[in-house]
């Protein structure tokens, strides 16, 4: 019973937020017609998100290994996914306790204290779970206290990390209404600094002047699939043809196989939009009852793609920039010591594409640009002094991601060799 809660309901985003959904319009007393509807449809629109992000993943792993075969690059890729997968063996008890009992952390900080955020990633919170259970367990603490201890931290985790960035999000939508629940926390708010020291939020992206002869690329969708197709066919062009027909595209001309991929990306991601504008229209009505009744006053904390409808263009400058910067931290890197981080499509697009909304917000386009470029150097260059701190735990190629992920870590570790307990 215990696998089908942790990994069917808790594990399962989708029916996470479903059931928060469902409870809130019970709470509220809606008619059966409003729960049904109400409750599937917040379901649907996390579903959908999930599938925009399997079609954008699936091209970017193309991309990812034409990428690594026409520069040779090896190294450990961040992977939040993989890393999660390859500690279950040793850390998986731990870390299904912490998620359980972090999210009741979670909701009683969200009751009793000034902090009201109620955190509905339910993949990013399995994710810190995992992290925090191999960091105590790296740092000496085992058994009970584990597990008391872990399960706070992820309960703060849950709470404090949407309060920093709320300020910005109500910048970025014009309303109160939701939170970003999301662990690159740290990412979007060195972005949305940044954005403040260099830019002007008055010339945002959005505003970016196009041609009359050009007035096609004011669609999202075009200018999308025309970046990515460019972004796809160069990185083609160095991988060389026999590479990509014989490896990668079952023969097809190496071009139009490139081209597909591109436009696939640009699906990916109009399939997101679609879904998170489904999720914040059914999530925001159906969470009032949650907030009236066991948790007054709280906010959604929901992933971070709810931000991307608003600066579509600032999402794909973002993940340019982010990307650029996981580029060059790659050959930084080994000069200073680290092992080399090698930039992720996957963390770099969702991460540097809110880095961007964030850093737009306060910044407009040089913001976006500045900010993004942060946030891709944060992500390169915490997952590997990560590295160093958790030591030789048998995780080969791969680690943790996000921003916050490599902050909570490298606390938790600084603080008990302080302590003595390392």
Request: hydrophobic share 55%; aromatic share 10%.
């Amino acid at each position: 019973m215990l696998d089908v809660i942790m990994n069917d309901i808790l594990g399962t985003p989708s029916i996470l937020v479903g059931l928060f959904a469902l409870i809130g319009l019970l709470l509220q007393k809606k008619s059966s017609a409003d729960i049904v509807s109400g409750t599937l449809k917040t379901v649907m629109g996390f579903v959908i998100i999930g599938a925009g992000a399997s079609v954008l993943i699936g091209s970017l792993d193309i991309f990812s290994k034409m990428f690594d075969h026409a520069f040779n690059v090896q190294g450990v890729i961040p992977n939040n996914e993989a890393i999660v997968a390859a500690a279950q063996s040793e850390f998986g008890t731990a870390t299904a306790l912490i998620m359980v009992f972090g999210m009741i952390v979670n909701i009683l900080l969200a009751r009793f204290t000034p902090l009201k955020y109620i955190f509905l990633t339910g993949h990013h919170t399995l994710f810190m779970a995992c992290l925090i259970a191999v960091a105590l367990s790296v740092g000496g603490l085992e058994g009970p206290a584990q597990i008391i201890v872990g399960s706070v931290l992820l309960g703060l985790c849950m709470v404090v990390f949407p309060a920093i960035l709320q300020p910005y999000v109500r910048q970025i939508t014009g309303s109160d209404d939701f939170a970003i629940g999301h662990f690159g926390t740290i990412g979007y708010f060195v972005s949305a600094t940044v954005g403040k020291w260099v830019g002007n939020k008055e010339k945002t992206t959005e505003q970016i002047k196009v041609p009359q002869s050009l007035g096609f690329l004011r669609d999202t969708s075009v200018a999308v699939s025309l970046t990515m197709t460019i972004f796809f066919i160069a990185v083609a062009l160095f991988a060389g043809q026999s590479y990509i027909e014989t490896e990668l595209s079952g023969g097809s001309n190496f071009i139009v196989f490139s081209f597909i991929q591109a436009i696939t990306f640009a699906a990916g991601v109009y399939i997101i939009l679609a879904g998170v504008r489904m999720l914040i229209a059914e999530i925001v009505p159906a969470f009032k009852g949650i907030a009236d009744k066991l948790a007054p006053n709280t906010k959604p904390a929901l992933d971070c793609p709810t931000v991307f409808p608003f600066a579509p263009n600032a999402v794909i400058i973002g993940f340019l920039f982010s990307f650029l910067a996981g580029l060059l931290s790659m050959f930084i890197l080994p000069v200073i010591g680290l092992k080399v981080i090698v930039p992720g499509l996957v963390p770099h697009f969702f991460t540097g594409a809110a880095a961007g909304v964030f850093g737009n917000v306060t910044g407009g386009r040089r913001g976006a640009m500045a900010g993004a470029f942060a946030n891709g150097i944060i992500i390169s260059f915490l997952p590997a002094v990560l590295l160093v701190l958790l030591g030789d735990i048998g995780f080969e190629g791969t680690t943790f991601g996000d921003s916050d992920f490599g902050i909570v870590g490298i606390l938790i570790l600084s603080i008990m060799k302080l302590l003595g307990l390392a």
